[in-house]
């Protein structure tokens, strides 16, 4: 943000005022400020403003931390390491722990001697803090979370990890909506497939497939694979045949959902609408 004198009498001075908001940002960042002016003379003037920012505190690996469900689910925690900057003052004192989510599950613990590398986190020292991270039965889909604690230090006392949490479904479809089309060799059948694969930690012989609508058929083919194809028969039955279905693909406690439609005006004419 910038403030400046809009007028300047010539051969006199002014002044620009300008802000960097540094809210989580560590070490250099550099920002530019264009002055635009009427003398004709010169082009815009441009003026850099370069600043390291220091914290009261270093995260590690990494000040942000993105959580994916791998095959062992999300039963491993992820780990994060806090150490007190070598140029901050006074002592480290961590409290306020808190997730922005009721299923994100996080603890802390102090250190108090010298610790090896583990979980993706460097070596500890005596008065570093590890953070437990766990995701425990997410929503499927990809969530910004938020982790927040105190340090007691002057400047950050407060400081904001951001957390991604990725829970993929147990099974993904390239299409959730499958259009059958009758030709007009076959009004009275017609056949459609859509493409799906499993989570890494998913058995595939585990895999179960269901029909709202009798009238529809569904089968997986190759069954028992992590890649395969749902395939779904429809054949026309009696005068008002149904024309729609949900295809559920069922595996454990988790179930997605694939919609079909019959395109009956093709049925009817032989053309697809």
Same mark, same amino acid.
């Given at each position: $943000?910038? %403030?400046?004198?809009?007028?300047? /009498?010539?051969?006199? @001075?002014?002044?620009?005022? !300008?802000?960097?908001?540094?809210?989580?940002? *560590?070490?250099?960042?550099?920002?530019?400020?264009?002055?635009?002016?009427?003398?004709? %003379?010169?082009?815009?003037?441009?003026?850099?403003? $370069? @600043?390291?920012?220091?914290?009261?505190?270093?995260? $590690? /690996?990494?000040? @942000?931390?993105?959580?994916?469900?791998?095959?062992?689910?999300?039963?491993?925690? @992820?780990?994060? &390491?806090?150490?007190?900057?070598?140029?901050?003052?006074?002592?480290?004192?961590?409290?306020? &722990?808190?997730?922005?989510?009721?299923?994100?599950?996080?603890? %802390?613990?102090?250190?108090?001697?010298?610790?090896? /590398?583990?979980?993706?986190?460097?070596?500890?020292?005596?008065?570093? =803090?590890?953070?437990?991270?766990?995701?425990?039965?997410?929503?499927?889909?990809?969530?910004?979370?938020?982790?927040?604690?105190?340090?007691?230090?002057?400047?950050?006392?407060?400081? $904001?990890?951001?957390?991604?949490? =990725?829970?993929?479904? !147990?099974?993904?479809? +390239?299409? +959730?909506?499958?259009?059958?089309?009758?030709?007009?060799?076959? /009004?009275?059948?017609?056949?459609?497939?859509?493409?799906?694969?499993?989570?890494?930690?998913?058995?595939?012989?585990?895999? !179960?497939?269901? %029909?709202?609508?009798?009238?529809? *058929?569904?089968?997986?083919?190759?069954?028992?694979?992590?890649?395969?194809?749902?395939?779904?028969?429809?054949?026309?039955?009696?005068?008002?045949?149904?024309?729609?279905?949900?295809?559920?693909?069922?595996?454990?406690?988790?179930?997605?959902?694939?919609?079909?439609?019959?395109?009956?005006?093709?049925?009817?004419?032989?053309?697809?609408?």
């Amino acid at each position: $943000m910038a %403030s400046f004198d809009e007028v300047i /009498p010539p051969g006199k @001075a002014g002044t620009i005022k !300008a802000s960097v908001h540094t809210a989580n940002y *560590k070490g250099a960042i550099g920002k530019s400020v264009t002055v635009t002016h009427d003398d004709t %003379s010169q082009g815009p003037i441009t003026l850099s403003v $370069m @600043a390291k920012i220091v914290g009261s505190v270093e995260v $590690m /690996p990494y000040p @942000a931390l993105q959580i994916a469900r791998h095959r062992r689910g999300f039963e491993t925690p @992820a780990l994060l &390491l806090v150490r007190k900057d070598a140029s901050e003052d006074g002592a480290l004192a961590f409290s306020g &722990l808190t997730a922005s989510s009721p299923w994100l599950k996080v603890s %802390s613990r102090k250190v108090t001697g010298d610790e090896p /590398p583990v979980e993706g986190i460097p070596a500890a020292q005596a008065g570093d =803090i590890v953070i437990s991270v766990q995701a425990v039965d997410p929503p499927t889909g990809t969530h910004a979370e938020t982790l927040t604690f105190k340090t007691g230090l002057k400047r950050e006392p407060q400081v $904001m990890i951001p957390v991604t949490v =990725i829970a993929q479904p !147990a099974v993904s479809l +390239n299409n +959730n909506d499958l259009i059958l089309t009758p030709t007009a060799a076959a /009004p009275n059948g017609a056949t459609g497939q859509v493409l799906a694969s499993l989570r890494d930690d998913v058995d595939p012989k585990t895999v !179960a497939v269901t %029909s709202d609508t009798p009238g529809f *058929k569904v089968r997986i083919e190759p069954p028992g694979e992590a890649a395969f194809r749902v395939i779904v028969d429809w054949e026309r039955t009696g005068k008002t045949p149904p024309s729609e279905t949900v295809i559920h693909i069922k595996v454990g406690n988790e179930t997605t959902d694939l919609r079909v439609r019959v395109n009956l005006l093709a049925a009817a004419t032989g053309k697809a609408s």
